[in-house]
């Protein structure tokens, strides 16, 4: 009988075993008498040992020469060695090579710009350290997911085509939309995920997300996903603790399912082991004071950039809320604070270490006549709100939301310089290639 296929990630069930192996070369070294490959599997790394005396002179030689990123089958069995950082090893019995490439593999060991590697991403997503980061944005999605259908909250997709601008014409794509005329691509759903809260209570959705940011910086990407929650009858404070238990969950299940690739990546977990409920709080007003004394030129009314973020969330070791920012610089549907109409009741979530704003969130505008008021004074098209203005005549209640930058967050944990590698294929400025 031939030996089972098994995967890398459960062969430490299967001490002694015979078993198949099915992947990829990613380094190897030998000397005349023995062979040691470096193999990946999509599940784990694993250090295969091929030993001469157990093959004909020509299968050795193939294995001793085999080429990096060679795809092959093997049969071997799985012995303990608390000497390879597995603490298991592949002795191989039998070789089956699938392909070898026909060129030369672009990415080898030395150090290669960033634009090459960006070039290779199709290659370079195989590397060791881009594989860790992508099996921890893939807990993340699954923490997200998790946490909503943990708290009864429904999935609502919203759409992806706009007919109305979302909050600020600055950044949208426009396309052709059959006799339509011109539409957007969604630069975030909160408005048709508001219409849902007012049929399910709890919404969320995550998705991709367009904007079509100019300015070239470290944390903004062109598409990126987004994952936005509303809920209805939930006020402000309600809104904040959503969101610290959110991210707080997501920590906690990264740290618990994903600590190996954490390592991998040399992220300080004892950092991250640090974000739990409750979060720093400081108002918008009482941030710009700080940041006056620190000697930044900023006035009351403006909105933060990376460096005023970096500084505000660098004096603690929680992420921060920045709360009641003022009504100019924020997104028109926004509730005003009661007791100063000036501000609304919004926060951004600054991640700690100078990540930047992770979430916006809001109370949103509830009352048909101060939405029109407002509408007007952003001199958006009423027409293409009309449907927005309607839920405000329908058994309208006050209602919150926000949303969370999913690549940010990846950012984040794994403490990535750049946005671009908390994503698989980064498209940026001057990059949709591949
Ligand atoms: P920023 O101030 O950093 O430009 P924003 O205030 O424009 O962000 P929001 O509209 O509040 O962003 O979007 C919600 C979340 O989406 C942000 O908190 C952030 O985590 C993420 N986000 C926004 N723009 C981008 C982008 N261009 N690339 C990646 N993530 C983004
Ligand atoms: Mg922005
Ligand atoms: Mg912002
Ligand atoms: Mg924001």
């Known amino acids: 009988m031939d030996p089972k296929w098994v995967y890398v990630k459960d062969f430490k069930k299967h001490i002694d075993q015979t078993v198949e192996f099915r992947g990829w070369v990613w380094n190897k070294r030998s000397s005349g008498k023995i062979a040691f490959l470096q193999l990946r599997d999509g599940t784990g790394f694993i250090q295969g040992i091929a030993e001469k005396k157990n093959f004909d002179d020509e299968t050795f ?80 999605l699954k923490a997200i997911r998790d946490f909503y259908n943990q708290n009864d909250f429904t999935l609502i997709d919203t759409p992806i085509f706009t007919g109305s601008i979302g909050e600020s014409a600055g950044n949208t794509f426009k396309l052709d939309y059959f006799d339509y005329g011109e539409v957007y691509l969604a630069q975030t759903g909160q408005l048709y995920l508001e219409a849902a ?20 910086t470290r944390r903004h990407l062109i598409e990126f996903w987004m994952n936005e929650a509303e809920v209805a009858f939930y006020k402000h404070e309600d809104n904040i603790k959503l969101q610290e238990n959110l ?71 929680k992420p921060l809320f920045v709360e009641k920012y003022p009504r100019k610089a924020k997104a028109f549907y926004m509730q005003p604070d009661e007791t100063n109409p000036d501000v609304v009741l919004c926060d951004d979530l600054l991640a700690p270490e100078g990540y930047g704003e992770i979430i916006g969130g809001s109370e949103r505008i509830w009352e048909e006549s101060v939405l029109m008021d407002r509408l007007k004074e952003f001199n958006l098209p009423l027409d293409q709100y009309q449907w927005y203005i309607d839920l405000r005549k329908f058994g309208s209640v006050p209602h919150s939301g926000f949303g969370l930058g999913v690549e940010r967050t990846v950012a984040w944990i794994c403490g990535l310089e750049h946005i671009r590698e908390a994503i698989p294929f980064a498209r940026t400025l001057y990059r949709v290639y591949p």
Request: charged share 35%.
């Open 61 to 140: 030689e193939n294995i001793r020469k085999i080429k990096m990123e060679s795809s092959i089958i093997l049969q071997g069995t799985i012995k303990k060695d608390e000497r390879s950082p597995e603490n298991v090893e592949l002795h191989i019995t039998s070789f089956k090579k699938i392909q070898e490439p026909i060129e030369d593999y672009p990415i080898s060991k030395k150090e290669h710009g960033i634009d090459f590697l960006m070039e290779n991403r199709h290659l370079w997503i195989r590397s060791r350290r881009q594989f860790h980061i992508l099996k921890i944005r893939n807990e993340i």
């Open 197 to 216: 809260a007012m049929s399910f209570g709890k919404v969320y959705n995550l998705g991709p997300t367009f904007r079509s940011e100019k300015s070239k």
């Open 247 to 317: 991210v707080s969950f997501i920590m906690q299940r990264v740290l618990e399912n994903a600590s190996d690739d954490l390592k991998e990546i040399g992220r300080d977990t004892n950092k991250l082991q640090k974000i739990k409920p409750p979060f720093e709080r400081m108002t918008y007003t009482q941030a710009i004071d700080f940041l006056k004394k620190k000697g930044f030129e900023i006035e009351w009314g403006e909105d933060f950039g990376a460096d005023e973020e970096s500084a505000l969330a660098s004096q603690f070791e």
